[in-house]
T-cell receptor
Framework: NAGVTQTPKFRILKIGQSMTLQCTQD?????MYWYRQDPGMGLKLIYY???????DKGEVPNGYNVSRSTTEDFPLRLELAAPSQTSVYFC?????????????FGSGTRLTVV | DAKTTQPPSMDCAEGRAANLPCNHS???????VYWYRQIHSQGPQYIIH???NNETNEMASLIITEDRKSSTLILPHATLRDTAVYYC?????????????FGTGTRLTIIP
């Protein structure tokens, strides 16, 4: 049981480049989330999904896109990378909205945009 | 979701109980108190949650005051591995509002 798996762990992008951050969970959780964490700050929600085919914006969605074609996968797309997107990105999943067992987080992707 | 207030940092001696306070004076009747921790830039880890009764699991105990306006997370015998940032979050569980909002938390340092 791998839990939530994020790839890559580290990435350096040039301004204007695009990339996809991958997130996969093997716990059959319906709910999945993307957060970003800037240095010394708490996590901010980018996008979330309550099931395959359903996504919604969080607190800081600008500059990002998501899709949820399967229960297992929830990729995050950066189309035109900007220095302000330098951050650590965490994917999470939960069962029934995290009410009983909380969220399970991945180990993060550290992204630097130069 | 109600706002929470936590001290920015705390120290605790190894082997002693670590008591982390959280104020949530605007909590509503159907909001739960959740605690997570984040160890050295890893993904946050769920610890415990409760509504109004005290809760205990293998990791910690959660004490919620009778008026529910504050709570305390207790790590009974702190070890060096408990050094982390601890987040207190209040939210309605299983309501359809699935967004978990993190503040800046308390940075707990366990002193050898």
């Amino acid at each position: 049981n791998a839990g939530v798996t994020q790839t890559p762990k580290f990435r350096i992008l040039k301004i204007g480049q695009s990339m996809t951050l991958q997130c996969t969970q093997d716990m059959n959780h319906n709910y999945m989330y993307w957060y970003r964490q800037d240095p010394g700050m708490g996590l901010k929600l980018i996008y979330y999904s309550v099931g395959a085919g359903i996504t919604d914006k969080g607190e800081v969605p600008n500059g990002y896109n998501v899709s949820r074609s399967t229960t297992e996968d929830f990729p995050l797309r950066l189309e035109l990378a900007a220095p302000s997107q330098t951050s650590v990105y965490f994917c999470a999943s939960s069962n029934r909205g995290g009410g009983d067992y909380g969220y399970t987080f991945g180990s993060g992707t550290r992204l630097t945009v130069v | 979701d109600a706002k929470t207030t936590q001290p920015p940092s705390m120290d605790c001696a190894e082997g002693r109980a670590a008591n982390l306070p959280c104020n949530h004076s605007t909590i509503s009747g159907n909001e739960y108190v959740y605690w997570y921790r984040q160890i050295h830039s890893q993904g946050p880890q769920y610890i415990i949650h409760g509504l109004k009764n005290n809760e205990t699991n293998e990791m910690a105990s959660l004490i919620i005051t009778e008026d529910r306006k504050s709570s305390t997370l207790i790590l009974p015998h702190a070890t060096l591995r408990d050094t982390a940032v601890y987040y207190c979050i209040v939210r309605v569980a299983n309501s359809g509002n699935e967004k978990l909002t993190f503040g800046t938390g308390t940075r707990l340092t366990i002193i050898p």
